[in-house]
């Protein structure tokens, strides 16, 4: 059974990164997280759970991990927990479940169709969402802006890998 004197260090990390998300950013509260993690579910995760789960209280489920490092991404704006952190702090399982939950993720995006999500690294799909999530969230831009802006990213992602790669063949020694 799991120490429950303290937070493990997965819960450790996720309380660190919800509170200091970033140089400039404000920290998250536990409401705003909580309300995140349930719209992302779509059950409730409480406030409760939540601060009983961070201070050792209550030892999360694999599920729950997901949730919460999940909600402080997209509320930090930003990849501040990758599941390799997860996996690094002794959650293979919640690591793998986070993997999955990401690659779900960019499947259910139709501006992420020509995205393979099981051959694109998770940072790089995290660093889509929150970019697409920018953008969704700009005030005053027609739907279609936005369609065309979430075009001009991918569009432009795609043209800088195909630069890459001709530099690669260009530099490739025969």
């Known amino acids: 059974m799991a120490d429950i004197s303290q937070p493990s260090e997965v819960v450790q990390l996720i309380a660190s990164r919800r509170e200091h998300p970033g140089p400039l950013r404000r920290r998250i509260s536990v ?4 309300k995140h993690a349930t719209d992302l579910s779509g059950e409730l995760f409480s406030e409760p759970a939540w601060r009983r789960i961070e201070s050792g209280e209550k030892d999360p489920q694999d599920r729950e991990i ?3 490092a999940a909600a402080v991404n997209d509320l930090a704006n930003d990849v501040v927990i990758s599941p390799d952190d997860l996996d690094q702090r002794g959650r293979p399982t919640a690591a793998e479940l986070f993997r999955e939950w990401i ?11 020509t995205i393979d ?3 694109t690294p998770e940072s790089l799909q995290q660093h889509l969402h929150k970019m697409l999530g920018e953008i969704r969230a700009l005030k005053g831009v027609t739907a279609a802006e936005r369609t065309q802006m979430e075009k001009a990213l991918l569009a432009h992602l795609q043209s800088t890998l195909e630069a890459y790669g001709t530099q690669l063949r260009i530099l490739r020694p025969r």
């Open 103 to 113: 690659r779900e993720r960019t499947k259910a995006d139709p501006a992420l169709a």
């Open 117 to 119: 999500p099981d051959l």
């Open 66 to 68: 997901v949730l919460m």
């Open 31 to 34: 409401r705003a997280a909580a």
